[in-house]
């Protein structure tokens, strides 16, 4: 049988399947499918309070005329894809075959967004106002000093937040619901959101291995003996590492505590501070240590000094007064 002949056959029994299952997926649909869900840079978004996977369809177009399916095979075979009407074709297709559905965007309330705004911001405009007023009545000047710090901190994180803020604006997930009309159009802004959900190669293979994995271990007692030893004292040393990696992170705090309090709340010694914070394996213990020392005192500490400064006063002028009446 020539190759004529072979393609034919198999467009007539995709044909007769199509007919028999219309929901069914002829390979190539299936491929273009696969590459639009896996290859297709991924978004997401919020439909009733779930996370859902979106792509726009002007980028899925794009995508498709980009493509290996745009070009002809090796073998001689047709491109699937020839123009920007057969893509679009294509992907009306795989939506009637509910591959996908098409969505509405919806617009954030404004009195909720000003409602967020308002609460955000209002803790650190009374801790400002308070160090306004505490500015003003205070003599002291370590305890200026710290009410400045204590309203210049509340600024920055005043602006931080509307940093933030705006930024999550432009990132977030939009909130969406299905389109009464279920249609593909080819428009920049139009929003699809994914029900195709193919099982990846990878997670068969990770399925088998961890099948695998787990009649090994049933089929412990039948190893050889030296693999034994050899397993027995890698999970000693496991554990031992995930022990030690344990006592660390406890014993960072009370080696900062004590630290702060020799220092008079000037020094903050932190040893391995990216222990754990939400970094890579390498980065956790980089740097080993980080310091930072501070020329201005803590408020508590500050008002001990005020007060121990103004006793101090105290003291010398009524030293003075009585060597006057003497």
């Given at each position: 049988?020539?190759?004529?002949?072979?393609?034919?056959?198999?467009?007539?029994?995709?044909?007769?399947?199509?007919?028999?299952?219309?929901?069914?997926?002829?390979?190539?649909?299936?491929?273009?499918?696969?590459?639009?869900?896996?290859?297709?840079?991924?978004k997401e978004g919020k439909l009733?309070?779930?996370?859902v996977g979106i792509f726009l369809?002007?980028?899925?177009?794009?995508?498709?005329?980009?493509?290996?399916?745009?070009?002809?095979?090796?073998?001689?075979?047709?491109?699937?894809?020839?123009?920007?009407?057969?893509?679009?074709?294509?992907?009306?297709?795989?939506?009637?075959?509910?591959?996908?559905?098409?969505?509405?965007?919806?617009?954030?309330?404004?009195?909720?967004?000003?409602?967020?705004?308002?609460?955000?911001?209002?803790?650190?405009?009374?801790?400002?106002?308070?160090?306004?007023?505490?500015?003003?009545?205070?003599?002291?000047?370590?305890?200026?000093?710290?009410?400045?710090?204590?309203?210049?901190?509340?600024?920055?994180?005043?602006?931080?937040?509307?940093?933030?803020?705006?930024?999550?604006?432009?990132?977030?997930?939009?909130?969406?619901?299905?389109?009464?009309?279920?249609?593909?159009?080819?428009?920049?802004?139009?929003?699809?959101?994914?029900?195709?959900?193919?099982?990846?190669?990878?997670?068969?293979?990770?399925?088998?291995?961890?099948?695998?994995?787990?009649?090994?271990?049933?089929?412990?007692?039948?190893?050889?003996?030296?693999?034994?030893?050899?397993?027995?004292?890698?999970?000693?040393?496991?554990?031992?590492?995930?022990?030690?990696?344990?006592?660390?992170?406890?014993?960072?705090?009370?080696?900062?505590?004590?630290?702060?309090?020799?220092?008079?709340?000037?020094?903050?010694?932190?040893?391995?501070?990216?222990?754990?914070?939400?970094?890579?394996?390498?980065?956790?213990?980089?740097?080993?240590?980080?310091?930072?020392?501070?020329?201005?005192?803590?408020?508590?500490?500050?008002?001990?000094?005020?007060?121990?400064?103004?006793g101090t006063a105290e003291a010398?002028?009524?030293?003075?007064?009585?060597?006057?009446?003497?």
């Amino acid at each position: 049988m020539s190759e004529v002949a072979k393609r034919k056959s198999k467009r007539k029994s995709a044909a007769i399947d199509a007919a028999e299952d219309p929901c069914k997926l002829t390979p190539d649909e299936e491929a273009v499918a696969k590459a639009l869900l896996w290859e297709l840079p991924s978004k997401e978004g919020k439909l009733a309070g779930m996370k859902v996977g979106i792509f726009l369809a002007d980028e899925a177009i794009e995508f498709l005329l980009k493509s290996r399916f745009a070009s002809p095979g090796k073998d001689g075979k047709e491109a699937v894809i020839k123009d920007a009407r057969a893509a679009t074709q294509l992907m009306s297709t795989l939506l009637a075959k509910g591959l996908f559905q098409r969505a509405l965007k919806l617009q954030k309330d404004k009195r909720s967004s000003r409602r967020e705004d308002k609460t955000g911001s209002k803790r650190d405009e009374k801790a400002i106002e308070k160090a306004d007023q505490q500015s003003s009545k205070e003599e002291s000047t370590a305890k200026v000093a710290a009410v400045d710090d204590e309203a210049a901190a509340a600024r920055e994180r005043r602006e931080k937040r509307a940093r933030e803020r705006q930024e999550k604006r432009k990132r977030g997930r939009p909130r969406l619901e299905i389109h009464e009309l279920q249609a593909f159009v080819p428009n920049a802004g139009e929003v699809y959101i994914w029900h195709y959900d193919p099982t990846r190669p990878r997670n068969v293979v990770l399925g088998f291995l961890m099948v695998l994995g787990s009649i090994l271990l049933c089929l412990f007692p039948m190893w050889p003996l030296q693999l034994r030893t050899g397993t027995y004292y890698l999970s000693i040393g496991a554990l031992c590492l995930l022990g030690g990696l344990i006592s660390l992170s406890l014993l960072r705090y009370p080696l900062f505590g004590l630290i702060w309090c020799l220092s008079l709340g000037r020094l903050h010694f932190w040893f391995l501070p990216n222990l754990t914070e939400d970094v890579g394996v390498l980065e956790s213990f980089v740097p080993v240590i980080s310091y930072d020392w501070s020329t201005t005192k803590t408020p508590a500490v500050a008002s001990t000094a005020a007060a121990s400064s103004t006793g101090t006063a105290e003291a010398s002028d009524g030293a003075n007064g009585s060597k006057k009446t003497n």
